[in-house]
């Protein structure tokens, strides 16, 4: 016992000389458990205080904060580093329930990437530390760590099983969104754009292939090649024209190290003919006037034409080697670029470098990208894993070589957007953005990422170019009312609400309208995407890339303010305006709403179908020839039946021609009149076990007899025509 005392004596000591005397667990002395036990002084464990060191007071205030909050079903539940998200949701009265992560290590990767983060009830090990030391929130946690969570927001949609959620409970994911934020995703369902909308993806969409499936190879080869024409004509057009592109690194005549190419006419002339070829079939293939060619027709050039070409081309443009006498053909060049520019969108951006970017399918941040200019060097990397080719996990993008630049540095735009519906489908648009620069000056004589790739990830790790700009800051980023000002120091301030607000809506409406049907609808599911946008020199957005899960780190002071800033709103469409459709919505503008859909009245699972039972067909009784029934009749030695004994005339006959017919121990007396026409008479009784269909009257000229009906071999019916039918004779006359 007195060791005891000697050692609490001893923590006490200690706390005070840490300076622990103003901490609130070192105030509360002689605090009192539940049962009434008590004790000298408790310790604060990883964040958690324990509650034998907790006020009455305190511990009141907290129990009824988290009755209160399971009571109107306000439990949330963060994972990450979201401290503005908590912020926000303990403001509007919700108690959080904390994930547990093994270790701080553990933390900072789920943090960074998305990980997997589960619930768990023994909160003694180390637990997530807030931002916000109070140990209340600390003590509702615990209280609230077997109920119900009714709000979600998680790094990954993988974090949680959905399928278990109930309909109450929020969660910021939606399942299969890798439809459309994924690089091969999105290269494929913005083909089927053409089934929802009249809009051409070709204009906000750079031309992209998958290399991997065998019928996306060769469009790929056959678009280098066109676009390898299409820049030999610009090359030739501008070489002449003197067309110095300083700015954005363009400058033909600028290649230090240059080779004469051979003066021999033939070769340039040959080239630029074939120039022209490819590009007409392309225009003539455009207009659908390529149906009436044969099947067999060979193509406008051989594989050796093509090799030839290449080779040409790589020499003239990217070796930089000088050709002579080309001005001639200035004219019939820049006629052709004339015509292709009006069918073929993405002509200005296109460049006469042929430069693409190989990207893996469904990375992020940039990693494993690379440009090339080669043909051969595209197919190398493409071919580098053929794991990853099988699986289509490479997409190969034509690259924007002339976009817009600030003082000579090439930039993107990240835009945010929200979706709250997919059917109907709702998208929200945020007024605000942020442009991030990369660390070098824009030039295409190489292809470096340091030069080419705007990744913030990337970017972070390099060291700014004292060639750059001084305007450009040195964390690479710009708010976009920095970037309006740049726009009005070149007189171009009004584009920015007239061309790229109104061109990001229309591309991110049109990409998720391709990838609606694809999505799993859920009632109070939500997600915030991250678009990525380039501008052409005309200022018309390009859509890159589309993000989940956007990072929220405050990396800059531009991503501290908006990223928090549309946290916030996100929660105020989510939670306030879902609840009163007249609350503040913040930056977030509804910019796509689409009509519900009237369904059909709900008439029960019940479906009656009646109907009758069709009995099975079977053929009528074998009937004898003509002479057979005449012989019978005139035999004076055979007998005939008895009246009693005739059966009656079967149903075959109506009941108004049953009554015309009178029967006598002889035979048939009378006979109703038959239609003039001996045609064969369709006879149809739904009353019979048979169906008989086109049964000719068997006539002999001879006997002028007619047999209708035998029921038993020794008992037949004979029919004596009437004098009055047109084909039979007076029996007198027999």
């Not at 035998?710 to 004779?729: A, G, H, I, M, Y």
Request: aromatic share 8%.
């Amino acid at each position: 016992m007195r060791a005891d005392v000697s050692m609490e004596a001893t923590r006490s000591k200690q706390s005070v000389q840490h300076g622990r005397e103003d901490h609130p667990a070192s105030n509360a002395r002689n605090a009192t458990y539940p049962g009434g036990d008590t004790t000298p002084k408790g310790k604060a464990c990883h964040g958690f205080v324990s509650l034998t060191v907790l006020k009455q007071e305190r511990l009141k205030k907290a129990k009824a904060m988290a009755e209160n909050a399971v009571k109107m079903h306000k439990v949330f539940s963060v994972q990450g580093p979201y401290s503005v998200v908590r912020a926000a949701l303990r403001a509007r009265g919700w108690v959080e329930q904390r994930m547990h992560c093994p270790t701080q290590t553990d933390h900072r990767r789920h943090s960074n990437e998305s990980g997997a983060c589960n619930n768990n009830a023994d909160y003694s090990g180390n637990l997530e530390k807030d931002q916000d030391p109070d140990v209340l929130y600390d003590l509702m946690s615990r209280l609230v760590r077997n109920e119900m969570v009714y709000f979600y927001w998680t790094n990954s949609v993988d974090t949680i099983n959905t399928k278990s959620l109930q309909k109450e409970q929020i969660t910021n994911h939606f399942v299969k969104s890798e439809s459309f934020t994924t690089k091969v995703g999105l290269c494929v369902n913005l083909r089927n754009l053409y089934w929802f909308d009249s809009a051409d993806p070709d204009t906000f969409f750079p031309r992209c292939y998958r290399p991997g499936p065998q019928d996306e190879m060769p469009a790929f080869i056959a678009d280098y090649r066109r676009t390898a024409c299409t820049s030999f004509l610009k090359y030739i057009v501008e070489r002449e024209q003197g067309v110095q592109r300083d700015g954005n690194s363009h400058n033909i005549r600028g290649v230090t190290k240059r080779r004469k190419l051979p003066s021999s006419p033939v070769i340039l002339s040959q080239m630029i003919n074939s120039a022209l070829k490819v590009c007409h079939e392309f225009l003539e293939s455009l207009e659908h006037r390529d149906i009436d060619m044969h099947s067999e027709t060979p193509p406008t050039l051989t594989k050796e034409e093509w090799a030839e070409f290449i080779n040409g081309y790589y020499l003239a443009v990217h070796e930089g080697v000088e050709i002579e006498n080309s001005d001639r053909f200035v004219t019939c060049c820049k006629a052709m670029l004339q015509r292709l520019l009006e069918v073929s969108p993405q002509q200005d951006i296109d460049g006469i470098h042929n430069i693409w970017i190989i990207k893996p399918g469904a990375k992020s941040r940039g990693r494993g990208i690379k440009c090339a200019r080669r043909l051969d060097r595209i197919l190398s990397l493409v071919d580098c894993d053929q794991t990853l080719t099988t699986d289509s996990k490479w997409v190969v993008q034509k690259y924007l070589e002339r976009p817009l630049l600030v003082h000579g540095t090439k930039f993107d735009i990240r835009q945010w957007f929200l979706v709250t519906a997919w059917n109907p489908l709702t998208v929200w648009f945020y007024k605000k953005c942020y442009v991030r620069f990369s660390t070098q000056p824009y030039s295409l004589h190489t292809l470096d990422s340091s030069v080419h790739l705007c990744n913030n990830s990337i970017q972070k790790h390099l060291i700014p170019s004292r060639e750059r700009h001084r305007s450009i800051p040195v964390d690479n980023m710009w708010s976009d009312d920095q970037f309006k000002r740049f726009l009005s120091s070149q007189g171009r301030e009004a584009q920015w609400q007239t061309v790229i607000v109104p061109g990001m809506k229309k591309a991110l409406i049109h990409t998720v309208q391709t990838t609606q049907d694809l999505m799993e609808s859920r009632k109070n599911s939500f997600e915030l995407y991250g678009a990525d946008f380039m501008l052409g020199q005309d200022l018309c957005p390009w859509l890159i890339e589309i993000n989940s899960s956007p990072t929220m780190a405050p990396s800059t002071p531009v991503t501290a303010r908006l990223c928090a800033a549309v946290q916030e709103d996100t929660l105020r469409i989510v939670l306030d305006w879902t609840a009163d459709r007249t609350a503040n919505t913040g930056d977030f503008e509804l910019i796509y709403k689409q009509a519900a859909v009237n369904m059909p009245p709900y008439i029960g699972v019940n479906l009656l179908v009646n109907g009758c039972k069709i009995k099975p067909p079977c053929s009528l009784p074998p009937m004898r020839s003509p002479n057979n029934s005449a012989a019978k009749r005139h035999d004076p030695v055979k007998k005939q039946p008895k009246a009693e004994q005739v059966n009656p005339v079967p149903k075959l006959l109506s009941k108004s021609a049953q009554s015309q017919i009178n029967y006598t121990s002889k035979g048939v007396t009378s006979l109703p009149p038959l239609p003039p026409v001996p045609a064969p008479v369709k006879i149809v009784s739904p009353n019979l076990p048979m169906t008989v269909t086109s049964i000719p009257l068997p006539i002999s000229p001879t006997s002028n007899t007619v047999l209708l009906w035998k029921r038993k071999p020794k008992v037949s019916v004979e029919v004596q025509p009437r004098t009055s039918l047109p084909f039979s004779n007076s029996p007198d006359k027999q």
